[in-house]
């Protein structure tokens, strides 16, 4: 089964991209629960700041389960109409086909179904939600056509209630990496390429707060670009860097979405 685009709304994966796949292991606690609540037929809604490895994880429970994948665009606002057609008669033809249920996977749900004062609807909005509302509902089928639901958000608190609530046993956030997550990162992505010290990589683990995985990875990258020889050559260039989240951001994102992130220590750290 071959990649291939349909309309740029959705994007459909085959499964031989799973073997060419690469484990995250500083996000494998996140998806040990992601996958519990598939395995329940629990749609998954992964949240969080910009940059936290949410696109990631989606690819990631798609190599665990060895299925192929529909990534839906938020551009399908722009088809409301197709949202069926795409979803389901692709995954109707890919079991036919076969044999196998694809996951589904909706990209910036908070875009495709944004609650009514986070913008204007000039499109077939209703229409649109119903089609969701329909597509999550055949996950209870006898004979499912659809492996798995997934979503992605930055900001769970702007998503339509009603569809929020069908997430809502199954939604998971995204954190900034903590420290163990930064040591382990650097320790697999940069420690083979560089002769860096154990305390050399815990050193850049504790220059690194407030860095999301998108920022840490673009930092990896040209930290190899710069050929940067010695734990000095990286400690310049980090001070020279403007890497970190500002904390207005931060703290801007935190209150929009507070409802959602009770009882999480953020941003600041737990030990580990």
Not at 109 to 133: A, C, W
Request: overall charge neutral; aromatic content about 10%; hydrophobic content about 35%.
């Amino acid at each position: 089964m071959e990649n291939f685009e349909d309309k740029n709304y959705i994007f459909i994966y085959g499964i031989e991209d799973n073997k060419k796949s690469h484990t995250s292991p500083w996000l494998i606690e996140i998806e040990n629960q992601a996958n519990h609540f598939i395995d329940g037929n629990i749609p998954v809604l992964f949240y969080g700041l910009e940059g936290t490895s949410k696109s990631t994880l989606i690819f990631n429970i798609k190599k665990y389960n060895n299925k192929p994948l529909i990534v839906v665009k938020p551009d399908i606002i722009h088809e409301p109409e197709y949202l069926r057609a795409g979803v389901i008669g692709c995954s109707i033809k890919i079991k036919r086909e076969y044999e196998i249920e694809p996951i589904i996977a909706f990209e910036e749900l908070d875009m495709i179904v944004p609650q009514h004062n986070f913008g204007e609807h000039d499109y077939d909005y209703d229409r649109l939600k119903s089609t969701l509302q329909t597509i999550v509902s055949l996950l209870e089928e006898s004979s499912p056509i659809i492996g798995a639901i997934i979503a992605t958000t930055n900001y769970p608190v702007r998503i339509e209630p009603k569809i929020r609530r069908l997430f809502q046993p199954g939604m998971l956030y995204c954190p900034i990496p903590n420290l163990k997550n930064r040591i382990n990162i650097f320790n697999i992505l940069l420690k083979p390429k560089i002769c860096l010290t154990d305390n050399d990589i815990i050193l850049l683990a504790e220059r690194t707060k407030q860095v999301t995985h998108s920022l840490l990875f673009s930092l990896i990258k040209e930290i190899n670009r710069r050929k940067c020889k010695t734990i000095k050559d990286i400690i310049d260039f980090l001070n020279c860097s403007q890497i970190r989240i500002p904390e207005e951001d931060i703290i801007k994102w935190q209150k929009e979405n507070k409802s959602f992130i009770n009882g999480i220590d953020f941003p600041c750290e737990k030990p580990f």
